[in-house]
């Protein structure tokens, strides 16, 4: 198991940008497929994004496309959601999530295919 803490979330305005981070610890990080996902209030637990254990596969939502962008730094056992372009629907809490894996481009979409998940930042998207 692994340990996830998100961080960089906050109030921005519609058109602007923000990045969230997901610092993670207790494993190697090598071998473990990471994704965002977001839960806004009275809606469903969506995907946002993920990205393959070698970095090499992606895989976003189409609500997302062409906005956001999702990246790992091995050195630093980081995952970043890069938010371009920003709607007030992108409001929400974002949660990140890893799944051990050995496949080499496995990008899931489903939450049930991650075993673990932070805590959560909040990102708000004013009008």
């Known amino acids: 198991q692994v340990q996830l803490v998100e961080s960089g979330g906050g109030l921005v305005q519609a058109g602007g940008s923000l990045r969230v981070s997901c610092s993670v610890s207790g494993r190697s990080f090598s071998y473990y497929a990471m994704g965002w996902f977001r839960h806004a209030p009275g809606k469903e637990r969506e995907f946002v994004a993920a990205?393959?254990?070698?970095?090499?596969?992606?895989n976003y939502a189409d609500s997302v496309k062409g906005r956001f962008t999702i990246s790992r730094d091995a050195a630093k056992n980081t995952v970043y959601l890069q938010m371009n372009s920003l709607k007030p629907e992108d409001t929400a809490v974002y949660y990140c999530?890893?799944?051990?894996?050995?496949?080499?481009?496995?990008?899931?979409?489903?939450?049930?295919?991650?075993?673990?998940w932070g805590q959560g930042t909040q990102v708000t998207v004013s009008s």
């Open positions: 999530a890893a799944q051990y894996t050995r496949s080499y481009s496995y990008t899931p979409s489903t939450p049930s295919a991650y075993g673990s």
């Open positions: 990205i393959s254990w070698s970095g090499g596969s992606t």
